[in-house]
């Protein structure tokens, strides 16, 4: 079954939570240490991406925030 909720750890500096949308692209917040989302208009993910393609996506949106060995890492949904 594919997700339509998907989140991320970028970098370890913040999370990013994509959830379908009514046209079936992805939605992009970014969720605050205080738990506040906030959309994220800059990140434009097809329909079609799946989450290998979503984390790459994110590599090239969030690269500034990068250190030596942090990734982007999907969280798991149940927890």
């Not at 500096?13 to 992009?28: C, I, K, S, T």
């Not at 917040?29 to 097809?46: A, H, Q, T, Y």
Request: hydrophobic content about 45%; charged content about 30%; aromatic content about 8%.
């Amino acid at each position: 079954m594919e997700a339509d909720r998907l989140e991320f750890d970028v970098y370890g500096h913040f999370r990013v939570n994509l959830h379908r949308g009514e046209d079936g692209w992805w939605v992009a917040e970014r969720v605050g240490d205080d738990g506040k989302r906030s959309l994220l208009p800059e990140v434009v993910v097809p329909p079609d991406a799946d989450a290998h393609r979503i984390a790459d996506h994110l590599e090239a949106m969030f690269h500034e925030w990068a250190r030596p060995g942090a990734r982007i890492v999907q969280i798991d949904a149940a927890g």
